[in-house]
């Protein structure tokens, strides 16, 4: 992809990007786009609305949401739900907001539907790894300590009170709690009029409405050996897409790439010759935990585990 041309408009630095936007958008149509750093990566919004100054505002209350889920869901952040869960002693209650129980009770779900592959208390174990500042693996001791899988039995919820029940396990939404905000920031535009519009955060990206001649948003994903180029288009429209990738965040050490996305079985970074996961869903919380669940799975384990979330949830492109 060659984010220059005209045709082209690249939403964050994630790994999905729209491929066409409307070359004549509707005689009295604006296209307005705006972007934030939020949640450790780029937030872009981009509008398609008649009143510049309305879709301004959509945007506002849109960014609002991201900002107000990264607040609470962050575990960078000590005084966030998660950051407090992850603080407490175990088995302490800890008060958390409604949208904070609503991810954990979903994570709990992708988790126990993926038989474990997906673990939202994985927090230690990404500490671990620190791909992002790495540049050779930890020591094995320190791996086998945060190995074993099931880490999310430690956590329960009830109501808007979690617990952690195990010193080794510490909640880590990053796998879900982007596509949750972009779910929020999504329907904030709805909220306010806005019906025709594109969100993404970081590659998870929820397609509002059509783009040109009332057809939906052509979306391109990134191919992993050349990440500046497209390697297929997803056409979407009120559907969430999300990709989960080895060429983003990682480190090469003795001819092995290290890359963020987990195995909790083992405590280390998933061995496989998948590179690039792109998943289709109603909801992008869903699509987001689904891509990091199923990185790296056969097709056999996909087909088990998508069996058991339902028909909403598919798999729209692999490499």
């Not at 288009?233 to 060429?247: C, E, F, N, P, Q």
Request: proline share 4%.
């Amino acid at each position: 992809m060659n984010p220059d041309r005209r045709d082209f408009l690249v939403l964050g630095m994630g790994a999905l990007a729209v491929a066409t936007l409307p070359r004549a958008l509707r005689r009295k149509d604006h296209l307005v786009r705006r972007q934030i750093p939020v949640m450790g990566t780029v937030a872009e919004i981009a509008v398609r609305h008649r009143n510049e100054a309305w879709a301004q505002r959509a945007m506002d209350a849109a960014f609002a949401e991201l900002r107000r889920v990264d607040r609470t869901m962050s575990r960078f952040l000590e005084d966030s739900d998660v950051g407090r869960l992850n603080a407490a002693a175990p088995g302490e209650g800890i008060a958390v907001s409604a949208h904070t129980a609503e991810v954990l009770r979903r994570a709990l779900r992708w988790a126990e539907a993926s038989e474990g592959r997906f673990d939202p208390c994985l927090g230690r174990a990404v500490e671990l790894w620190d791909v992002g500042r790495r540049t050779a693996p930890p020591p094995s001791g320190e791996i086998r300590r945060l190995a074993g899988g099931g880490l999310h039995r430690a956590l329960d919820v009830e109501a808007s009170v979690a617990r952690l029940h195990d010193r080794g396990a510490a909640v880590d939404l990053g796998g879900i709690g982007k596509g949750f905000g972009v779910d929020l920031a999504a329907q904030a535009l709805k909220d306010h009029g806005v019906f025709h519009a594109l969100v993404n955060v970081g590659g998870d990206l929820v397609a509002l409405g059509v783009g040109h001649d009332d057809e939906p948003w052509r979306i391109g994903i990134r191919s992993p050996d050349h990440p500046d180029r497209m390697t297929d288009t997803v056409a979407v429209s009120d559907r969430a897409l999300a990709t989960s990738g080895d060429y983003l965040q990682y480190f090469r050490y003795a001819g092995r790439r290290y890359h963020h996305l987990l195995d909790p079985t083992s405590g280390e970074p998933r061995r496989t010759v998948m590179r690039s996961l792109t998943v289709e869903a109603d909801r992008c919380v869903d699509a987001d935990a689904a891509a990091t669940a199923l990185f790296g799975a056969d097709d056999s384990t996909i087909r088990r585990i998508l069996g058991v979330m339902g028909p909403s949830v598919r798999v729209a492109h692999s490499a």
